[in-house]
């Protein structure tokens, strides 16, 4: 990583600290049983991931949850694959500031939604999605373990070394699936 680099990244998390201080949400423990809105975010760059997340927004579709899709495209375009929906909105390269913000209507809206769960299905650290996630309104937010956003999730999946989208949506489906609210 070069200086330029480097220091964008330390004056984003520096922000985004910052702004986590004065944030404010109510958290409330969930499970897909006690759900009726859940936001998913996820890395939508490549084809097969944004698939699979797709097939994932689906399984909760079908269980009657409603749901809104935010995907990140690392690149200044959003390709030509994406799914034209209402449900599913997208930023990319061209929609972040210097130091990685997102900053356009549609991801500040999904900051705001107030979700009863929020699903993070990136596995890796990618800032525009942590700045969302960090900052989101959900009462439940739901990921895989980065050691930088540690303290932004209510329930975190370790992958260990299997950094795979498909694993980690089947330990979330697992982990939500068993866990019991009374």
Not at 145 to 160: P, R
Request: charged share 25%.
């Amino acid at each position: 990583m070069g200086l330029k680099q480097d220091i964008q990244k330390k004056l984003g998390q520096w922000i985004l600290n910052s702004k986590l201080k004065r944030h404010e949400r109510q958290a409330a423990f969930r499970n897909y049983q006690n759900v009726a809105n859940v936001g998913v975010i996820f890395n939508a760059t490549e084809q097969a991931t944004y698939e699979l997340a797709r097939n994932y927004i689906k399984k909760l579709a079908d269980k009657g949850i409603k749901f809104k899709a935010l995907g990140f495209v690392d690149s200044k375009q959003v390709l030509d694959f994406y799914q034209k929906s209402t449900h599913f909105d997208y930023f990319s390269r061209k929609n972040i500031n210097w130091y990685g913000r997102p900053n356009n209507p549609n991801t500040q809206e999904f900051i705001d939604s107030e979700f009863d769960m929020l699903v993070d299905l990136s596995v890796e650290n990618d800032y525009p999605i942590q700045y969302v996630v960090a900052l989101s309104q959900a009462c439940f937010k739901v990921g895989s373990k980065k050691d930088e956003y540690q303290n932004v999730y209510d329930l975190m999946i370790d992958l260990g070394e299997q950094k795979d989208l498909a694993f980690l949506i089947e330990q979330i489906d697992k982990y939500l699936e068993m866990i019991k609210i009374e």
